[in-house]
């Protein structure tokens, strides 16, 4: 029987995506954005909801600013990957130049900038927790309808747990993240998409 995504959520309570009745004080925007700020790599395990239902597993590695990749694990087989400004989408069972499209368009354009701060105007449109996270939907709000990431972090320490991004179609996708590791030396090769397109033509 397939995983759908209600089965996961359900083995998932300390992160479940519905606005609790209870609610604790919420992290400041301010620690969220401070935390965010933190670091300049990370790099784990993460599990990932698609808008339909399937389920998707593999790594992350993420290198701030503008750099993020997704590798993910067989049958899959596929990379996501951001760099440049451009997000790049390889598949798997082809050895054809990726689709690309801008960053910017995207809503994890916010978590990538040099500077990421939530208490910009406008942006944040919502900020709620429950007993055990807390919940920023943020959006860009000069293209609020390339869509919104839902951020959800647990609190001591301060810790981003899962994402939910809505785009521009409305359908949602959901990562939750294992432990990252903060502070590794991540290569600039698994970043680069012209390298990654040359490679797989070969």
Known sequence: MSITRRSLLLSLPALALARPGFAQEPLSLSEISRYLNSFSTAQGDFTQINPDDTISTGRIYIR???????????????????????????????????????????????????????????????????????????????????????????????????????????????????????GTDLSARLFNISAEADARRR
């Open 64 to 182: 701030r600013p503008g750099r993020v990749r997704f590798e993910y694990d067989p049958p899959e087989d596929s990379l996501v990957m951001a760099s440049g400004g451009q997000v790049a989408i390889f598949d798997g069972r082809s050895n054809q130049p990726p689709n690309q499209y801008p960053l910017r368009r995207t809503p994890l354009n916010l978590i990538l900038a040099p500077n990421v701060d939530l208490t910009r105007d406008r942006m944040v449109v919502d900020h709620f927790a429950d007993e055990s996270t807390t919940s920023v939907v943020a959006q860009d709000p000069e293209y609020p309808e390339y869509g919104n990431i839902r951020l959800v972090f647990s609190a001591n320490p301060t810790e981003l747990r899962q994402w939910v991004i809505t785009d521009d179609t409305r359908a949602q996708t959901t990562v939750v993240l294992g432990d990252l590791r903060f």
